[in-house]
Nanobody, 122 residues
Framework: QVQLVESGGGSVQVGGSLRLSCAAS?????MGWFRQSPGKEREGVAS???????AYVESVKGRFTISRDNTKNAVYLQMDSLKPDDTAIYYC???????????????????WGQGTQVTVSS
């Protein structure tokens, strides 16, 4: 059983920063982050392979940085220059491949964390 435990969410002012962390029970090839706001579909934010190949949704490029530590089975999301539109519940996810990881209708099943709330006030 794959378990993902998230932390680091909170409230921040526009332009501020937060760092999300996710600890996994074992190493998985593809890990990343999704987010969901009330009334909106779940959105893929960023992914990273075991070999540190990264992908981002266009709206966060240049502001968010995903990283991982394979010795700790952990993945992180550094969020800078936060905007009100970034307000959402952020979910850590893991899958055996990253090819379709961020797509709305991926073919590969993911494991999910419990989610952590991020609120950006203006």
């Amino acid at each position: 059983q794959v378990q993902l435990v998230e932390s680091g969410g909170g409230s921040v002012q526009v332009g501020g920063s937060l760092r999300l962390s996710c600890a996994a029970s074992g190493i998985i090839y593809c890990m990343g982050w999704f987010r969901q706001s009330p009334g909106k579909e779940r959105e893929g934010v960023a992914s990273i392979t075991k070999d540190f190949k990264r992908a981002y949704v266009e709206s966060v490029k240049g502001r968010f940085t995903i990283s991982r530590d394979n010795t700790k089975n952990a993945v992180y999301l550094q969020m800078d220059s936060l905007k009100p539109d970034d307000t959402a519940i952020y979910y850590c996810a893991a899958a055996p491949a990253c090819g379709d990881f961020l797509l709305k209708s991926p073919r590969t099943t993911k494991f999910w964390g419990q989610g952590t709330q991020v609120t950006v006030s203006s």
